[in-house]
């Protein structure tokens, strides 16, 4: 069974860095891309950035230059530097494993529990 445990989230004023990790066990974690996405009040889940199994990434327009995703394959850890935050990376970021080593949004079907992102303006 997999298991996705987040850290690291927290309030932090515009302009601001935090660092998201992740730490994954359950599959064979080299073999899965990996990403994070985020749900804000009253709207959708989004895709923010995904890596694959052989390192590829993926970013949401809104984050692209801000955002760095990167994974520690002897660790099992997958985590999100989020740099020049605004107001509007405020939400919930989730960890997400996909049953595959591509990126593709609709494969991730294993989740953590979720930690808060705040930003103040």
């Known amino acids: 069974q997999v298991q996705l445990v987040e850290s690291g989230g927290g309030l932090v004023q515009a302009g601001g860095s935090l660092r998201l990790s992740c730490a994954a066990s359950g599959r064979t974690f080299s073999m899965y891309a990996m990403g994070w996405f985020r749900q804000a009040p009253g709207k959708e889940r989004e895709l923010v950035a995904a890596i694959s199994s052989f390192g590829g990434t993926y970013y949401v327009d809104s984050v692209k230059g801000r955002f760095i995703i990167s994974r520690d394959n002897a660790k099992n850890t997958v985590d999100l530097q989020m740099n020049s935050l605004e107001p509007e990376d405020t939400a919930v970021y989730y960890c997400?494993?996909?049953?595959?080593?591509?990126?593709?949004?609709?494969?991730?079907?294993?989740w953590g529990q979720g930690t808060q992102v705040t930003v103040s303006s």
């Open positions: 997400a494993q996909s049953n595959r080593g591509t990126v593709y949004k609709n494969n991730f079907d294993s």
